[in-house]
């Protein structure tokens, strides 16, 4: 005789055939997204314009981060920060809780090397596509940059982001690749009436931004009034 708790059990199962069907299952979906080959790391390319991912498995981040209510607490040790190409997420980090971090430029996979060391010692490699290059796990990626989007925050006001909670606008900015709420930036102009985004930290940074004066090229913020002020 079968009771109700045997069938809820039994609907809890998960057989090995299963699980291998499911990881197949969303590599065919991942390849439809983002069609090409996933079994080569690009870090042979070296400092390329690519999508971009973070392991917050693999890697744990500060108590500030932690201790944000929209970011999942951690109790392991921190660590750096690190980022991988589109195919070490899918080969070498299935299963984790890993995030998007879209496309950056000048960045090479740190997957492998000593950014993302191996969570067992029983392995003398974290990267599936690098196995045999043990010698990586002592290198850096030394021209790589790193910020708060590899811990899944974003903008100035330096929140969590959470794609199935989001409801503001994110706009790119054209030189940290940084994204930032449209809230946050300001009254925006109308879609299709400017090309790209310099967020004001980098107008800051950057001499030759703050001199261009052009009708091409506005600076600062957009009022409600439609005029461009200075930042």
């Given at each position: 005789m079968t009771t109700t708790e045997d069938?809820?059990?039994?609907?809890?199962i998960v057989t090995a055939s299963g699980y291998l069907q499911e990881q197949a299952d969303l590599e065919r979906e991942a390849a439809e997204v983002l069609p090409g080959r996933f079994d080569e790391c690009t870090f042979d390319k070296g400092y390329i314009r690519q999508p971009l991912?973070?392991?917050?498995?693999?890697t744990h981040p500060p108590a500030e981060y932690c201790s944000s209510a929209s970011a999942k607490a951690s109790t392991k040790n921190e660590?750096?920060?690190?980022?991988?190409?589109?195919?070490c997420s899918i080969e070498c980090h299935s299963g984790h809780e890993v995030i998007e971090l879209f496309t950056k430029r000048s960045f090479?996979?740190?997957?492998?090397?000593r950014r993302l060391l191996p969570q067992s010692e029983s392995h003398s490699t974290c990267c599936s596509l690098k196995k045999t290059r043990t010698a990586l796990k002592k290198l850096e990626n030394a021209e790589n940059v790193y910020n708060h989007n590899f811990w899944g925050f974003y903008c100035r006001c330096d929140r969590y982001y959470d794609p199935d909670k989001e409801s503001?606008?994110?706009?790119?900015?054209?030189?940290c690749n940084d994204w930032f709420h449209?809230?946050?930036?300001?009254?925006?102009?109308?879609e299709g009436e400017y090309d790209d985004y310099v967020c004001r930290e980098c107008v800051a940074a950057h001499a030759v931004l703050r001199h261009i004066n052009t009708d091409k090229v506005k600076r600062g913020l957009v009022s409600q009034e439609g005029t461009v002020t200075d930042i």
């Open positions: 069938s809820e059990c039994k609907g809890d991912y973070a392991c917050l498995t693999c660590t750096l920060p690190a980022g991988m190409c589109y195919s090479r996979c740190d997957c492998g090397t503001r606008e994110m706009v790119l900015c054209y030189v449209d809230s946050c930036i300001g009254a925006m102009p109308k």
